[in-house]
């Protein structure tokens, strides 16, 4: 059985950083779309980074510039690389495979 499974999620200040990897364990070929929702209290779940292929990439508005999304064919695995963290990032992040596998979720905390 194919699962994707999330790490790296934690608290930090405001203006910190935090590094989110995903990777898919159990037999699974490559997704050819791999990426990263989020959902805070109260909230929709919203998408933040997709990466399609080796590297078309798409990002929510609002973390454009600071956040980056990479992945590793060999190890299935996809990150994000989140800088100059905001206490409005604070959400359970979600990792996808094809938008169709989903991940556990990882909380990410911004706060002083």
């Known amino acids: 059985q194919v699962q994707l499974v999330e790490s790296g999620g934690g608290l930090v200040q405001p203006g910190g950083s935090l590094r989110l990897s995903c990777a898919a364990s159990g037999t699974a070929g490559s997704f050819a779309a791999m990426g990263w929702y989020r959902q805070a209290p109260g909230k929709s779940r919203e998408s933040v980074a997709t990466?399609?292929?080796?590297?078309?990439?798409s990002y929510l508005d609002s973390v454009k510039g600071r956040f980056t999304i990479s992945r590793d064919f060999a190890k299935k695995a996809v990150y994000l690389q989140m800088n100059s963290l905001k206490p409005e990032d604070t959400a359970v992040y979600y990792c996808?495979?094809?938008?169709?596998?989903w991940g556990q979720g990882t909380q990410v905390t911004v706060s002083s």
């Open positions: 996808h495979g094809n938008f169709q596998l």
């Open positions: 990466i399609v292929g080796a590297n078309v990439t």
